[in-house]
């Protein structure tokens, strides 16, 4: 009969012993005291085993593999690792919370991840099915959940014979293969939906991140402002303007000639709120899993690198740590793209454009040259602007309510009136013109474009070009034109092999060029 193990205390040496029940035997316990699970038992707890009993065939692995008892020790080596970095998180504190971050906790259990544990076996399948040969720790960086959650379905899959041990890792970890029996399974799991990412997070905590970091609760001020505009020439009106637009945090239109700016003003304005938001990589809502994070669309922001082995960061790994999206789209908007799609053959759904762009700026650039008619584009969201949540279409056919919490963007060359009636106006607040640079501005946009491309600012050819180019047949002044013409100047130059130096020559030659059909 085995003495039961109590707690670890500190023994005069300062070591952390593991003390017995039976107060006559005050020893460090041998590692053959832990069981094959790796575990060992509480205080009130007695286990009684043969010395000399064969160890049972489930725990023993093949091949001439160790069994569990060889893991043991590490096992319970993890445990104490794990409990020390609990105590330094609670003597740490969480600073973002107590500063009102939002940031996604990791969860230690199923319950708290929103999972089931046949939502995690299957994604577990899928992966070793489509890779071969993985380590516990690789299939958790695989579907971003912790090893606590990922240990015992993993250790139940090795037991049902749906995986098995092929080799081990480190820190006590093993490399796990898929059996035949885990092949068929996995292939049952991809029938219904061939994803493998990151677990979905649940509706729920997705609904609670976007309205603890709404857009809505940003506000901007004039010094902001200017910082996030500081790399263009913007006049200082249309800028006053600009402010109380973005503060509103519910939509404006820019509108004006082509080739102002309004959509380099447009990628800007997210800027003013200079500031990381978390986001899913996946949605779980009714059985179907939608991808939101889109690496084409989102800028990631990863947290402070890390060489250690264990994470400390508390974060879910499931979300993504992000800037502020800014979502631009332009002629080739389609109404299908602002509804969840599915593909036929994965079953994967993604994640539509407004839904991807929450938290966030959502540009739709050349309004009004969209592919579907102007009126249908304006129906679709005319109540998602008036309430700020928009109902989107689930492959099944049911319908699911999600904020719709975006500084919304119309830019286009057309005037708003030209395109739309009053009652879609009376919810876009902000009417914004762009309007032409004036000499000085376009003075000045000279002077900051001219170091990329390797020129001194010369005021005297710039004179030059708007007595002899633009002044006389009052031609209109664009703020694309500056850089435009430079960019032409600089080919001439490199063509004859000449130094990089604005000449009235090298202008006269960009202009007839550049405005040939003007």
Same mark, same amino acid.
């Given at each position: 009969?085995?003495?039961?193990?109590?707690?670890?205390?500190?023994?005069?040496?300062?070591?952390?012993?593991?003390?017995?029940?039976?107060?006559?035997?005050?020893?460090?316990?041998d590692?053959?005291?832990?069981?094959?699970?790796?575990?060992?038992?509480?205080?009130d707890?007695?286990a009684?085993?043969?010395?000399?009993?064969?160890?049972?065939?489930?725990d023993?692995?093949?091949?001439?593999?160790?069994?569990?008892?060889?893991?043991?020790?590490?096992?319970?080596?993890?445990?104490?690792?794990?409990?020390?970095?609990?105590?330094?998180?609670?003597?740490?504190?969480?600073?973002e919370?107590?500063?009102?971050?939002?940031?996604?906790?990791?969860?230690?259990?199923?319950?708290q991840?929103?999972?089931?544990?046949?939502?995690?076996?299957?994604?577990?399948?899928?992966?070793?099915?489509?890779?071969?040969?993985?380590?516990?720790?690789?299939?958790? +960086?695989?579907?971003?959940?912790?090893?606590?959650?990922?240990?015992?379905?993993?250790?139940?899959?090795?037991?049902?014979h749906?995986?098995?041990?092929?080799?081990?890792?480190?820190?006590?970890?093993?490399?796990?293969?898929?059996?035949?029996?885990?092949?068929?399974?996995?292939?049952?799991?991809?029938a219904?939906?061939?994803?493998?990412?990151a677990?979905?997070?649940?509706?729920?905590?997705?609904?609670?991140?976007m309205a603890?970091?709404?857009?809505?609760?940003?506000?901007?001020?004039v010094?902001?402002?200017?910082?996030?505009?500081?790399?263009?020439?913007? +006049?200082k009106?249309?800028?006053?303007?600009?402010?109380?637009?973005? +503060?509103?945090?519910?939509?404006?239109?820019?509108?004006?000639?082509?080739?102002?700016?309004?959509?380099?003003?447009?990628?800007?304005?997210?800027?003013?709120?200079?500031?990381?938001?978390?986001?899913?990589?996946?949605?779980?809502?009714?059985?179907?899993?939608?991808?939101?994070?889109?690496?084409?669309?989102?800028?990631?922001?990863?947290?402070?690198?890390?060489?250690?082995?264990?994470d400390?960061?508390?974060?879910?790994?499931?979300?993504?740590?992000?800037?502020?999206?800014?979502?631009?789209?332009?002629?080739?908007?389609?109404?299908?793209?602002?509804?969840?799609?599915?593909?036929?053959?994965?079953?994967?759904?993604?994640?539509?454009?407004?839904?991807?762009?929450?938290?966030?700026?959502?540009?739709?650039d050349?309004?009004?040259?969209?592919?579907?008619?102007?009126?249908?584009?304006?129906?679709?969201?005319?109540?998602?602007?008036?309430?700020?949540?928009d109902?989107?279409?689930?492959?099944?056919?049911?319908?699911?309510?999600?904020?719709?919490?975006?500084?919304i963007?119309?830019?286009?060359?057309?005037?708003?009136?030209?395109?739309?009636?009053?009652?879609?106006?009376?919810?876009?607040?902000?009417?914004?013109?762009?309007?032409?640079?004036?000499?000085?501005?376009?003075?000045?946009?000279v002077?900051?474009?001219?170091?990329?491309?390797g020129?001194?600012?010369?005021?005297?050819t710039i004179?030059?070009?708007l007595?002899t180019?633009?002044?006389?047949?009052?031609?209109?002044?664009?703020?694309?034109?500056?850089?435009?013409?430079?960019?032409q100047?600089?080919?001439?130059?490199?063509?004859?092999?000449?130094?990089?130096?604005?000449?009235?020559?090298?202008?006269?030659?960009?202009?007839?060029?550049y405005?040939?059909?003007?």
């Amino acid at each position: 009969m085995l003495p039961s193990i109590s707690k670890p205390r500190e023994s005069n040496s300062g070591r952390d012993v593991l003390t017995t029940s039976d107060s006559a035997t005050n020893s460090v316990i041998d590692d053959s005291l832990f069981d094959n699970s790796g575990s060992v038992e509480s205080d009130d707890s007695t286990a009684s085993s043969d010395d000399s009993a064969e160890p049972n065939s489930a725990d023993s692995d093949v091949d001439g593999l160790p069994n569990r008892t060889d893991s043991a020790p590490v096992a319970w080596v993890d445990r104490r690792l794990t409990d020390l970095f609990d105590r330094v998180h609670k003597l740490l504190g969480n600073t973002e919370a107590e500063e009102g971050i939002y940031r996604p906790r990791c969860p230690e259990t199923l319950e708290q991840a929103g999972l089931t544990r046949e939502e995690v076996e299957g994604l577990t399948l899928k992966y070793l099915a489509a890779r071969g040969v993985a380590s516990g720790r690789q299939i958790c +960086n695989q579907i971003r959940l912790p090893y606590s959650i990922i240990e015992p379905i993993v250790r139940d899959l090795k037991f049902d014979h749906m995986l098995s041990l092929s080799g081990t890792a480190e820190a006590g970890d093993f490399q796990y293969s898929i059996t035949d029996t885990g092949r068929s399974r996995a292939r049952a799991y991809t029938a219904e939906c061939s994803y493998f990412g990151a677990a979905p997070v649940p509706l729920k905590d997705y609904l609670e991140a976007m309205a603890a970091q709404s857009i809505a609760k940003q506000t901007v001020n004039v010094d902001e402002l200017h910082d996030a505009f500081k790399d263009l020439i913007i +006049n200082k009106k249309m800028l006053d303007t600009l402010g109380p637009a973005i +503060n509103s945090g519910r939509g404006m239109f820019l509108y004006g000639e082509p080739g102002n700016g309004k959509t380099s003003i447009a990628e800007r304005i997210t800027r003013c709120f200079g500031s990381t938001i978390w986001i899913p990589r996946a949605l779980g809502i009714e059985g179907e899993i939608i991808r939101v994070f889109d690496p084409g669309q989102h800028e990631e922001v990863p947290l402070d690198p890390s060489s250690s082995l264990f994470d400390l960061s508390g974060v879910d790994p499931r979300w993504a740590h992000i800037v502020r999206p800014t979502i631009v789209v332009g002629g080739e908007l389609t109404l299908d793209q602002l509804e969840i799609t599915q593909n036929t053959h994965t079953k994967v759904c993604e994640a539509p454009l407004q839904l991807k762009s929450n938290c966030g700026t959502f540009v739709i650039d050349d309004f009004g040259r969209q592919r579907c008619p102007v009126a249908d584009l304006l129906n679709r969201w005319i109540v998602p602007l008036e309430k700020r949540y928009d109902f989107l279409n689930m492959p099944s056919g049911k319908k699911v309510q999600v904020p719709f919490d975006q500084l919304i963007i119309f830019s286009t060359n057309l005037e708003p009136r030209q395109l739309v009636d009053g009652a879609f106006t009376r919810r876009i607040p902000y009417k914004i013109q762009v309007i032409d640079p004036t000499e000085d501005e376009f003075h000045r946009i000279v002077q900051l474009v001219c170091p990329h491309f390797g020129f001194e600012y010369e005021r005297d050819t710039i004179e030059y070009l708007l007595a002899t180019h633009y002044r006389p047949t009052n031609r209109p002044m664009r703020s694309c034109q500056p850089r435009d013409l430079v960019l032409q100047v600089r080919n001439y130059c490199t063509y004859h092999r000449m130094p990089k130096k604005l000449t009235p020559a090298a202008f006269d030659f960009a202009v007839a060029n550049y405005f040939s059909v003007m």
